[in-house]
């Protein structure tokens, strides 16, 4: 005791030095200017965390407000110029409401469900506009789909400016929501905008079973993987479909990194410590998926010093290894070169009774190392996603007819036919010409059923690949 009382007097006489009381003065009124400071900047960014929120709310209310009027002219549009004027519209505002939805700080299945009407929405609108762009009528399906639509978004309106009557009397508050989650979101809002948002829940369940011949199909955006078949494997059946695609000679060490679960395809990890001469060069990642034992991803980096082989015999190599690793007639598409490696894209060809279709959905990513030719890496994704064998329609405009819709100028080099994606998940069989005006080269598709032409592509020649825009 007799210590710490001789301490404290010292203490105290020190701080009769004026010097040193100085000191403390001038300490304390330093960080009660900092926490001062930090105070007042920490309330200004909430304040414009606030005003963000609420601008996106509000930008939400009218762009849905808007989806609803022209909804509602669309059901009455008498004319294709108009129809497809309106649902163009219609299209750009379920966009545009999207946008601002994605800022707010909700994650509620209440909103994404939203968030997913206002994407069938606008695709579904889409179609339509090109059905009036062709001069085609609409079905009284499509006008029943439409009004289906437009009820929902009366309802979703409603719903949201009661949700605004709750911001504007103070129960909701943006950056709790953002801080706390959306845990808090049915604590804040009242009793009137519960009941409606679990209106809107119900409600959607029963629009969302309604199934479009158009662009927008609600089986086309289901978990479905049609390339991704088998059963379910554990970890050490994933390590040795890693170790017998890397090669079990060029592995000096393997590790799992882990399960990657919360993905649409989820995988077993593993990083692999290659026999490489140069250390940075010896590390490479690769990625199995649970279900099937497919190989999603590998890759590994490595200088390349000088290149030897030609892009023909790359795309060549490219296909042996391809077909090597349980992957048939694939054929070389585009491809971009740097740094002595190139990247080729690869997409399956289906042989049918029209001939060879080219699958553009179904494709395969290589990175070949153009020094001796080695496969450094494979990306899967959109085979694994898409691939099957499909039962094409029957093609009604020949090649010439298809030729006829194609533009006077276009000098033609190539022709084929192709299954291509689209924006919407869907496909379209086409036939492709390949062709030339001036110096510009294009790529355009005709549909094989309707004779529209559906895309036009511009392919690009740079010295580092051919690429299409």
């Not at 849905?64 to 649902?87: C, D, F, M, R």
């Not at 390339?227 to 079990?248: P, R």
């Amino acid at each position: 005791m007799g210590k710490i009382r001789e301490k404290v007097y010292d203490w105290k006489n020190r701080l009769k030095d004026r010097h040193m009381l100085t000191l403390v003065v001038v300490l304390v009124a330093v960080i009660a200017a900092l926490g001062i400071y930090t105070y007042k900047r920490e309330r200004d960014y909430r304040q414009l965390s606030e005003n963000e929120y609420n601008m996106a709310f509000y930008e939400l209310v009218d762009y849905v407000q808007n989806v609803e009027t022209y909804l509602a002219k669309s059901l009455i549009s008498s004319t294709p110029e108009h129809g497809a004027e309106t649902l163009t519209h219609v299209w750009r505002e379920a966009n545009l409401a999207q946008s601002y939805l994605a800022r707010l700080p909700i994650g509620s299945q209440e909103l994404a469900n939203t968030n997913k009407f206002l994407n069938q929405v606008s695709d579904y609108s889409f179609t339509l506009s090109r059905k009036n762009i062709y001069n085609e009528p609409l079905t009284q399906e499509d006008l029943d789909n439409l009004k289906e639509l437009h009820d929902y978004s009366v309802e979703l309106e409603n719903t949201l400016n009661q949700l605004s009557t709750d911001m504007n009397d103070g129960r909701i508050k943006w950056g709790e929501l953002a801080k706390k989650g959306s845990s808090v979101f049915a604590t804040e809002v009242s009793n009137i905008s519960q009941d409606s948002f679990s209106s809107l829940e119900e409600n959607f369940h029963e629009y969302s079973g309604l199934i479009y011949d158009g662009a927008y199909s609600e089986h086309l955006t289901s978990t479905e993987k049609k390339g991704l078949t088998g059963e379910d494997i554990n970890e050490e059946q994933a390590k040795q479909v890693a170790i017998q695609f890397i090669g079990q000679d060029k592995i000096k060490q393997i590790e799992s990194t882990g399960l990657s679960a919360n993905t649409d395809m989820p995988c077993f990890d593993f990083s692999v410590q290659l026999n490489s001469e140069k250390d940075e060069d010896n590390r490479a990642t690769i990625s199995i998926t649970q279900k099937g034992g497919h190989v999603v991803f590998m890759n590994y980096n490595r200088t390349v010093e000088a290149e030897t082989i030609s892009q023909e015999r790359a795309n060549e190599i490219g296909e042996e290894f391809l077909t090597q690793k349980g992957y048939p007639n694939m054929k070389a598409t585009y491809y971009l070169k740097q740094e002595g490696i190139v990247t080729i894209n690869y997409a399956y060809e289906q042989q049918t009774q029209n001939g060879t279709v080219v699958m553009y959905s179904d494709l395969i990513k290589l990175k070949i190392a153009l020094d001796t030719g080695e496969v450094i890496g494979i990306e899967t994704t959109g085979y694994l996603n898409n691939h099957t064998e499909r039962s094409l329609a029957d093609i009604k405009i020949s090649k010439e007819q298809a030729k006829q819709n194609l533009n006077s100028t276009l000098e033609i080099t190539a022709e084929s036919l192709a299954v291509i994606p689209t924006e919407f998940q869907t496909e379209i069989f086409c036939w492709e010409f390949k062709g030339k005006v001036d110096d510009t080269e294009f790529l355009v598709y005709i549909n094989c059923e309707t004779g529209k032409e559906e895309d036009i592509l511009v392919i690009k020649d740079t010295p580092n690949g051919t690429l299409t825009m």
